[in-house]
Structure formats: structure tokens, C-alpha cells
């Protein structure tokens, strides 16, 4: 029921040997005492470099049977089966067979179980007095280590791979806040240097925009997570049509104005403030007449408008 610790020294090296609580061979890990998981689980405190699962050949290995051990194994972790070995007791039932020709004569559950060790096992004679089989154990053991150090050394490598190309992915992409403020001071740029460019052509004819609304649009609503991130490749090919749309606005904007300049006879083509100020004051006196209704229909405002053109 407690974990028995003991030390030796076995062909000039230092061994230390830690015997764990066995389990119920066929009943459910939960059924289990409390001390048992806790002494499984001291041994862990020490940092063993191997593990021996220990089970006897003279029985047979059945599903249910792994399937315990893999429930009591779990607690070890994922990366307990790199320092784990089969080692079979009372080997001396087998007679004259091989180990080997025992595990496949077993069945699959038993199979399954040398994979998962990485196909390491051995067998132990009790009875047997020379100590062949202990430095053969010792031997093997030494292997698993070497192989469990290199997967180590490997998983290392993977981890710092994988950070890698983690910091290399969000190199990708830029933070949302950084990206409207760059676009917001390209736009006022490029607004800037098309205004100059409108007074080249004609200091003094220069086009005024009337505005329908003298405040910016309250659109309140959710607000915008500026701590989203957009990709650089997507947020190139998006600038790129963006400003060629901008780039065919301001075009646009150019040859209507050479056009103005080209009927400089006929400047009712272009837009002057007393046009604007009579679009203002039409859309005024619209407000002031219907505001107190909460939407007209279309049929309404005509009869309404008709009756003007009337009074008109």
C-alpha cells in the first residue's frame, strides 16, 4: 500500500528503484484508494528516468486489462509511454517459447500495449540466481533513455519551430487602429494635394462643394474592437483598389473641371454657391412644412408640392 524506495549499486553505477501500489487488475481506475493514486503519483517526485510496467506471463492479458492500465497510466501523463517498458515476471511458465511468440499469441490487446512502449519489453525469470538478465534490463533501459532524450531534444526543436512561425504568422498583420490612422492621414494627403491641383487649373473659378449637413454623421452604434488585426497581403490587394478608385474619382473630378473651364460661357453647368444656397433653402422649407409628420408618403409630398407650384 506505500511506495518502498531502495538503492544499490549495480555494474559500478547508482540505482535507485521505487515498487509503486499495484492497481485492481480488472476493476475500474475510480475504484481505487485514494492512497494508491497518491503513492502512484509520489513517484513521480523523484523524476524517474524509466518505467517498468510490470505483468506477469503466466496469466493471459485480456482488453479489459489494458484498458485498465491505460486509465491508471493517464495521470502520468501523455509522454509517460517514451520512458515505459514491459517487463513480464514469472517468464520461467513459458517454457521453451519465445516472449515474443507469447505477446502475439495474446491477442491484440497485449500488441497494442508492447506499440505503445515503442516495442521495448523483457522478461524476468524469478527463479533464475545469475544476474545476466538484470544487466540486460539495465542495457535496455539505457536505450530507452537515449531514445526519450532525443524526443525530447526533438519536441524542443518542434516547440521552437512552431513559436517561430507563430511569431512569423502575426508578423503578417497589422493592428486595426494603426492601419485607420495611416489610411486617414494618406486620405487628408492625397485630398490636400488634389485641392492644389483644382487651383492650378483655375485659381479663380474654383469649384465650392455645398454641404448638405455642416456636422459629421452620428453613426453610433458597437463599437469598432481596435485590437483586431488585418492581414498585410489582404490589406495590399484592398489599398490597391482603393486608391485606384480614388485615382479615377480625382480624374473625374479634373476633366469636369476642364469642362466648366471649357463653357466658360455658359457657367450654369457649374455648381457656384447661389445654386447651392438654393438647394439648401428648398430642402429648409421641405423640413419646416413636414416635420411634424412622421414620414410622408410619396403620394402626399406630391399633392403638397403641387399645391405650392399653385401658389407659386
Known sequence: ?????????????????????????????????????????????????????????????????????????????????????????????????????????????????????????????????????????????????????????????QEKKKKSQEREALSEWLPVKDVKKLLNEEWERSDAIMKEMLKTISPQTAVKRGESIELPLDLSGEAINTELFINKHQLKDALEREWNRREAVDSSRIQYKLKCLDANADMSSCVDDEDIQMSLAKVHDWYQRYNSSDYASVSSCEECDKTQQDRD
Open 1 to 157: 500500500m506505500k511506495c518502498v524506495r531502495t538503492c544499490g549499486e549495480v555494474n559500478g553505477r547508482q540505482i535507485t528503484v521505487v515498487d509503486t501500489p499495484s492497481w485492481w487488475k480488472f476493476l475500474p481506475q475510480q475504484l481505487n484508494t485514494d492512497s494508491v493514486k497518491t503513492e502512484i503519483l509520489k513517484a513521480m517526485d523523484s523524476s524517474p528516468h524509466a518505467f517498468l510496467l510490470v505483468i506477469p506471463a503466466d496469466t493471459s492479458f485480456l482488453e479489459e486489462q489494458l484498458g485498465v492500465i491505460l486509465d491508471n497510466m493517464r495521470p502520468l501523463g501523455e509522454k509517460v509511454w517514451r520512458q515505459t517498458m514491459v517487463l513480464f515476471t514469472w517468464g520461467g511458465s513459458l517454457g521453451n517459447k519465445p516472449i515474443e511468440y507469447h505477446i502475439e499469441s495474446e491477442g491484440d490487446a497485449l500488441v497494442r500495449l508492447i506499440e505503445m512502449c515503442g516495442n521495448r519489453y523483457h522478461v524476468f525469470e524469478s527463479m533464475r540466481e545469475d544476474r545476466t538478465q538484470v544487466n540486460q534490463l539495465l542495457e535496455k533501459i539505457e536505450e530507452m533513455i537515449m531514445e526519450s532524450a532525443l524526443l525530447k531534444s526533438n519536441d524542443e526543436h
